[in-house]
């Protein structure tokens, strides 16, 4: 199904706005802060709590639009409902884990608040990215180079192929 104009334009518009909330979502709960996410990773240091809830009202807002977009066979904007179907522990999903956590917890960033911070001018923010873009790149080379040693491959699933 080929997209018009409009409905391009209203994709693109709607991707901004909620991206825009999101973003101000972060500068509000202090996720784009640094230090406030390594005071909260840091238990035995002076522990900073308070992103915990901020964590909690994700988990409870995404449980919900995940077991609504579960009954849907299309996205509110139309496009083809793409969720998750692998439910196995993988040795892929672990490393990624494991290197996502190691990074945040060293940078005081994760992806998104750092694009914010991309965003307000912060220069650690570009070395984080920059960091970022890197290993995505080795990432993909090394999965161009030996996709089956490695990387568990599963194709996604859609609600047209159900």
Request: glycine share 12%; charged share 10%; hydrophobic share 55%.
């Amino acid at each position: 199904m080929a997209s018009s104009p409009s409905s391009t334009a209203t994709q693109v518009l709607t991707a901004f706005a909620i991206g825009l909330t999101f973003g101000v979502g972060l500068l509000l709960a202090g996720m784009t802060d640094p230090g406030k996410v390594l005071a909260f990773l840091d238990l035995v240091g002076p522990w900073d709590p308070s992103l915990a809830f901020v964590m909690g009202g994700a988990i409870g807002v995404a449980f919900l639009a995940f077991r609504h977009a579960v009954r849907r066979p299309r996205a509110l904007l139309g496009a083809a409902m793409q969720l998750p179907t692998l439910r196995a522990i993988t040795p892929r999903l672990v490393l990624g884990s494991l290197t996502f956590g190691i990074g945040w917890g060293l940078a005081g960033y994760c992806p998104a608040p750092a694009i914010v911070n991309l965003g307000v001018g912060q220069p650690q923010a570009v070395v984080f990215t920059l960091a970022m873009l890197a290993g995505t790149a080795l990432f993909d080379a090394l999965e161009r180079i030996a996709p089956q040693r490695w990387i568990v491959r599963v194709p996604a699933k859609t609600a047209e192929t159900h």
